[in-house]
């Protein structure tokens, strides 16, 4: 349950603390005084939009912080599995919201995604206010109180009914794919079958079109390449020996080597370069060695030249049908990988369909059977359901209230075969109609707060705030429904934003935004009341006046009737 909660920068509210026990706790004050931002900051808490505006003027950010006490152990440790810890045994969960629009979010102590708040704050506090009344409205919203109603009976069946039609939309596309393009997928089966064959006949190996251009090069210039490496050969040695002086390198290296080597005992540099001019030598003659061999080498062959040049271009026509942006044989080999892989896929169709056909046949039998099941949960749990609400209806100063829940059956949907609609008749006679046609503002209220109270035994929340629930209702009603809030509050921490004196009067704790206002500045804080300041304010609450006797006799007559109705009230601390 929350602990504290305390709100600065938002809206009208400067800086406020609401120190929170077990029980109920009301929160009143004049109409502008900013209520509502009480409200508003827990929503912010549950990690709900957050809108800059609210950010008070002046102010860069809006803060809103709650301590969490007694949280159950799944929670803490997703908040540990963030980075989060507790402080003294209490979660600390925080929201900013900048002038700007950025928000950010807080868990233990720890940045987190706004997200996460909804994640987890959800099984904290749960916010009922007016918008929640008319989503009340919506047939979906039926469903899923009637569904928490009955529990495990339809939650258990449900979950799996909903895989289980999940999974048949997906088979049932897929099959839909499969049938209806079975020509398109004959037609692709073709194409491939006939690049593979092409392919296969061409039997191409990795790197194969790079080693035949290279071929190809050297026997289309086979004649060029011989004449360049003999006249080079012939250039480092020449077999001319008539000259008298050397005319190739070989020569001329030795005659420098021999010069040198005639003055090399007189000057140790000169006898350096003497026998440098020697290594030159040697590899002058390794050279014009290798010129010749590779000149012996080169083969001129117009046959394979034309062969090379055919398969070059066989491959070349492979790799524009098949290949990719490079443009190379490797790419041919990797499109045969994936098409021969995609036609086993598209050969394999038919059992395919066949394996589909039969899944989608035990998929109809399955959602009919859990169908079935949780209709007739369903159909059990809304008569308990619709006695229930009109009961509590009667103790809501509304006697002859009935509430029925009607269950309709249709086709097969993702949450079962069934319309949930709730119907309502506010007297005897009247016919029972949809609760969206039937039911007042003030009537939908106490229809609400009486399924809250029947739900908090089936699926309790620890903290339940409700935002002006009694809108729409007075006198006798609005008695009645500060008797079931305290009712509420035996099983749960009771937060309400009111302006019913009724309502307030059986709280075990009031606090009152008090507004003040220099001229130009309105601000506003929270104050927990003691007996005499809750006194002055139900009073005021009732006849605008805190100090009219009649309205404190009034005040003191209702605190009586709540002091009998509910457990003995607990004084109220004074805050300041």
């Known amino acids: 349950m929350l602990s504290e909660i305390r709100i600065t920068g938002l809206g009208v ?7 929170l026990d077990p029980g109920f706790t009301a929160v009143t004050g004049e109409t502008g005084a900013g209520k509502t931002m009480v409200v508003t900051g827990v929503n912010m ?4 939009r957050a809108d800059s505006g609210l950010v008070r003027h002046g102010t860069r950010r809006a803060r809103v912080e709650g301590r969490a006490s007694a949280v159950p152990r799944a929670i803490v440790q997703q908040a540990e599995d963030r980075g989060g810890e507790l402080d003294d045994d209490e979660l600390l969960i925080a929201r900013e919201l900048s002038s700007e629009g950025r928000s950010r979010a807080f868990l233990g102590g720890a940045s987190v995604p706004v997200s996460v708040l909804g994640e987890v704050s959800g099984d904290l506090v749960a916010i009922h206010g007016q918008a929640d009344q008319w989503r009340l409205l919506q047939p979906a919203r039926q469903r899923e109180t009637l569904d928490t109603f009955a529990g495990k009976a339809v939650l258990v069946p449900l979950q799996e009914y909903v895989a289980a039609y999940k999974r048949h939309r997906e088979v049932e596309a897929e099959l839909t794919e499969l049938t209806t393009r079975e020509r398109d997928r ?8 006939f690049g593979l064959d092409e392919v296969a006949k061409a039997e191409p190996l990795s790197g194969e079109d790079v080693e035949l251009a290279a071929e190809e090069e050297r026997l289309a210039y086979a004649d ?6 003999t006249t080079a050969a012939d250039a480092l040695a020449s077999e001319d020996l008539d000259s008298t002086r050397p005319n190739d390198v070989l020569g001329l290296l030795a005659l420098a ?14 006898a350096e370069l003497a026998d440098r001019a ?3 030598g040697y590899l002058a003659a390794d050279l014009a060695q290798e010129l010749s061999s590779y000149a012996a080498d080169v083969d001129t062959d117009p046959a394979r030249l034309a062969v090379v040049s055919e398969r070059r271009s066989l491959l070349h026509g492979l790799v524009r049908k098949y290949g990719d942006e490079q443009g190379t044989v490797d790419e041919v080999l990797e499109w045969t990988k994936r098409s021969a892989t995609r036609l086993a896929e598209l050969d394999g169709s038919d059992e395919r369909v066949e394996a589909l056909t039969g899944e989608l046949t035990e998929l109809d039998a399955k959602l009919a059977e859990l169908g079935r099941q949780i209709r007739e949960a369903r159909i059990e749990a809304a008569e308990r359901l619709g006695v229930a609400v009109s009961e509590e209806l009667t103790g809501l ?3 002859h209230a009935n509430l029925s829940v009607e269950v309709h059956e249709t086709t097969a949907g993702p949450f079962g075969i069934d319309e949930v609609e709730f119907c309502f008749a506010a007297n005897p006679g009247s016919p029972a109609r949809p609760l969206q046609k039937a039911a007042s503002g003030g009537e939908l209220s106490r229809v609400m707060l009486a399924l809250e109270v029947i739900l908090s035994d089936t699926h309790p929340v620890p903290t339940l705030v409700f935002d002006e629930i009694d809108a729409g209702i007075g006198g006798r009603a609005a008695v009645e429904v500060g008797k079931r809030l305290a009712r509420l509050a035996q099983k749960a921490q009771v937060i309400v934003v009111t302006h019913l004196p009724q309502v307030a009067a059986f709280a075990d704790r009031h606090a009152v935004v008090l507004k003040s206002d220099d001229g130009s500045v309105t601000t506003s804080g929270l104050v927990a009341l003691d007996d005499d300041a809750r006194l002055k304010e139900l009073s005021r609450m009732m006849a605008g006046l805190e100090n009219s006797d009649a309205a404190q006799a009034h005040a003191e007559e209702l605190l009586a009737l709540a002091a009998e109705r509910h457990k003995p009230r607990r004084k109220s601390r004074s805050k300041g």
């Open 45 to 48: 808490l549950l990690g709900g």
């Open 186 to 193: 004959l037609a692709e089966a073709d194409l491939l079958r």
């Open 397 to 399: 100063a509304m006697p």
């Open 13 to 19: 509210i400067e800086d406020a603390t609401l120190d």
């Open 278 to 280: 020697g290594e030159l």
């Open 257 to 270: 080597k021999q010069v040198l080597d005639g003055e090399r005992e007189h000057d140790a540099k000169l």
């Open 224 to 229: 060029g390449l011989r004449t360049a490496a």
